[in-house]
């Protein structure tokens, strides 16, 4: 089976610039999540979808970060314009929810440096 | 606001050894707890999760348990190996929530 396959695994940019975060979830499940990772804060939820449909945003840092979710299988994250302070890995999760709520299946994640 | 410890934030064990990894929340209204690994540059991986009714989950040589009246829940391993080498988080769903509260992880090292 697939797992949360994200992309690109890598990325690194210059201020000021526009990134994009993809996420494709695991077939079927109908919950999405985007995390954020740094050494400082740990691991910060951002944002979670649930049935294609935003639920709770409130960790987004800022209107510079918004995210999507078109259909359930694809969901991106963007950072614009980029900043040093963006900086960390962004990793997306997904999970099944109405049968174990909660259990996440979390992607390789995508380690952004903003230079 | 749910906040999650784990203590210690290290730990480096010779190989063979039982050890116990500690993580405290502060509200007690949850509805699950799950441990997960995380190696250097990957994603996470769920071990356990227990529900809220349970008091312990197992797998393999690992067992969780979860007191949630005093806010703790506890990962024991058994019989440790260098393959355990990672860090571990805990992290709890809050009752109402769908997404999970993590704490800032334990990173073990099993010296071989």
């Known amino acids: 089976d697939a797992g949360v396959i994200q992309s690109p695994r890598h990325e690194v940019t210059e201020m000021g610039q526009e990134v994009t975060l993809r996420c494709k979830p695991i077939?079927?499940?109908?919950?999405l999540f985007w995390y954020r990772q740094t050494m400082m804060r740990g691991l910060e939820l951002l944002i979670y979808f649930n049935n294609n449909v935003p639920i709770d945003d409130s960790g987004m840092p800022e209107d510079r970060f918004s995210a999507k979710m078109p259909n359930a299988s694809f969901s991106t994250l963007k950072i614009q314009p980029s900043e040093p302070r963006d900086s960390a890995v962004y990793f997306c999760?997904?999970?099944?929810?109405?049968?174990?709520?909660?259990?996440?299946?979390f992607g390789e994640g995508s380690r952004l440096t903003v230079l | 606001k749910q906040e999650v410890t784990q203590i210690p934030a290290a730990l480096s064990v010779p190989e063979g050894e039982n050890l116990v990894l500690n993580c405290s929340f502060t509200?007690?209204?949850?509805?699950?707890l799950q441990w997960f690994r995380q190696d250097p540059g990957k994603g996470l991986t769920s071990l356990l999760l227990?529900?809220?009714?349970?008091r312990e989950q197992t797998s393999g040589r690992l067992n969780a348990s979860l007191d949630k009246s005093s806010g703790r829940s506890t990962l024991y391993i058994a019989a440790s190996q260098p393959g355990d080498s990672a860090t571990y988080l805990c992290a709890v769903l809050d009752t109402g929530r769908r997404a999970l509260t993590f704490g800032s992880g334990t990173r073990l090292q099993v010296q071989p």
């Open positions: 077939s079927g499940h109908n919950s």
């Open positions: 509200d007690s209204a949850i509805y699950n």
């Open positions: 999760a997904s999970s099944l929810t109405g049968r174990r709520i909660g259990e996440l299946f």
């Open positions: 227990i529900q809220s009714s349970q």
